[in-house]
């Protein structure tokens, strides 16, 4: 991980540039195995030839668990996999320099943060 790129205190900050959205992605999932969650990508938005203007990338348990009728008496308890944690970095690109920069950044958690081991990796393409 290019340490560069983050704050003095080890977190990611507004303003960082990446050289291309792939560059941006690679870096956050890298700073959020390092801090212990999973990512996945969330929003894309495309202009008419198809360059992406902008890209959200989500914690995985983003969201909320929609109820249904056989879960008044579920067979077995899980544990529960969205909490609705609104952790995110949002990249948007300046055509001026045509490099991402991060627009949009919230770090805090409403769960846990743990990667269990054995478990699948929560990105979503």
Same mark, same amino acid.
């Given at each position: 991980m290019d340490c560069s790129k983050l704050? =003095?205190?080890g977190t990611l900050e507004l303003g960082i540039e990446y050289?291309? =959205?792939e560059d941006a992605y690679k870096f956050y999932n890298k700073y959020t195995s390092k801090m212990d969650f999973s990512v996945r990508k969330d929003y894309l938005n495309k202009d008419k030839d198809g360059v992406t203007m902008s890209r959200r990338y989500s914690c995985c348990k983003k969201g909320v668990k929609r109820k249904y009728e056989g879960d008044m008496m579920p067979k077995r308890a899980r544990a529960p996999t969205k909490?609705?944690?609104g952790a995110k970095m949002v990249i948007v690109l300046f055509r001026r320099t045509m490099k991402y920069r991060v627009h949009d950044l919230v770090l805090e958690h409403n769960h846990e943060l743990h990667i269990e081991t054995g478990s699948r990796p929560c990105v979503v393409v």
């Amino acid at each position: 991980m290019d340490c560069s790129k983050l704050a =003095e205190d080890g977190t990611l900050e507004l303003g960082i540039e990446y050289n291309g =959205e792939e560059d941006a992605y690679k870096f956050y999932n890298k700073y959020t195995s390092k801090m212990d969650f999973s990512v996945r990508k969330d929003y894309l938005n495309k202009d008419k030839d198809g360059v992406t203007m902008s890209r959200r990338y989500s914690c995985c348990k983003k969201g909320v668990k929609r109820k249904y009728e056989g879960d008044m008496m579920p067979k077995r308890a899980r544990a529960p996999t969205k909490t609705g944690c609104g952790a995110k970095m949002v990249i948007v690109l300046f055509r001026r320099t045509m490099k991402y920069r991060v627009h949009d950044l919230v770090l805090e958690h409403n769960h846990e943060l743990h990667i269990e081991t054995g478990s699948r990796p929560c990105v979503v393409v």
